[in-house]
């Protein structure tokens, strides 16, 4: 189940490229999307806490379902464009252990557009306490050669809307 967090909601159809795509007007300042993640008995270690890797998994299962909300399947993005996203950098910090059963909310927000990169900021949460935070930086890049390429504009103009 996917939320919407800060009472921001986005209605796009949900195909890989709409020429005529528009967004509501909204508070910009507030941007935050929010997926939902349960923790299963494969995410944890013996004792029932997530492993340290897995929250990689979160995130990176909280960055394509923001992408499909803008209406961006990645796969047809690959086979339209030619170009896909990579993650170039990334930081974390660990802050609180998640375990069995929780329901998690994984939050990803734009701090910067460039022309062939993104950097999102990614925050898991149990409840009102942050488990784990991330910056993340991901590069466009073509397919094949693995080069940097420009953002198709498309979705650099989807995404531009979620700029802070």
């Known amino acids: ?46 004792a029932g806490v997530v492993y340290y890797a897995n929250y990689l998994k979160f995130i990176e299962r909280g960055r394509t379902e923001w992408l499909r909300s803008l209406g961006f399947d990645l796969k047809r993005v690959v086979e339209q464009t030619n170009r896909m996203f990579v993650v170039r950098k990334i930081s974390a910090n660990y802050n609180y252990p998640a375990f069995l059963d929780d329901n998690l909310i994984v939050e990803t927000s734009l701090i910067r557009l460039r022309k062939a990169s993104f950097e999102l900021n990614q925050i898991v949460s149990r409840d009102t306490r942050q488990l784990f935070e991330s910056k993340v930086t991901l590069a466009c890049v073509d397919s094949a050669a693995f080069v940097p390429k420009p953002i198709p504009e498309t979705i650099y103009t989807a995404v531009a809307q979620w700029k802070t």
């Open 1 to 46: 189940m996917v939320k919407y967090l800060f009472s921001v909601k986005i209605d796009i159809a949900k195909t890989a490229f709409n020429s005529e795509l528009s967004l509501p007007s909204m508070n910009k300042s507030s941007l935050t999307y929010g997926h939902s993640i349960t923790v299963y008995y494969e995410d944890t270690d013996v």
